[in-house]
Nanobody, 119 residues
């Protein structure tokens, strides 16, 4: 079992910044990537950023590229999401995710943290 705990959400004005944090615990020894997804009301969950522990490569959704930065510390099983130039359309519940090396998909999820961007 893997437990993921997010923090750092909140209310911010458009153009502002927030930094989300996620700490993983439990059976994390075989994880090979962590990431962030979000879900806005009435919309499907959208994966926005991922970080591979193997080489440190990153991936971003087009909607956040250039504004969001994912980083992390594999030794601490912690991942961050620095969000700059926030827009009202970034408003969503943000979820931390972890991928085990034995799986092809991210299959461990946190409870989520609310990010609200006011116009």
């Amino acid at each position: 079992q893997v437990q993921l705990e997010e923090s750092g959400g909140g209310l911010v004005q458009a153009g502002g910044s927030l930094k989300l944090s996620c700490a993983a615990s439990g059976r994390t020894f075989s994880s090979d990537a962590m990431g962030w997804a979000r879900q806005a009301p009435g919309k499907e969950r959208e994966f926005v950023a991922a970080l591979s522990w193997n080489g440190g490569s990153t991936w971003y959704a087009e909607s956040v590229k250039g504004r969001f930065t994912i980083s992390g510390d594999h030794a601490k099983n912690t991942v961050y999401l620095q969000m700059n130039s926030l827009k009202p359309e970034d408003t969503a519940v943000y979820y931390c995710a972890l991928k085990d090396s034995s799986d092809s998909r991210f299959n461990s999820w946190g409870q989520g943290t609310q990010v609200t961007v006011s116009s």
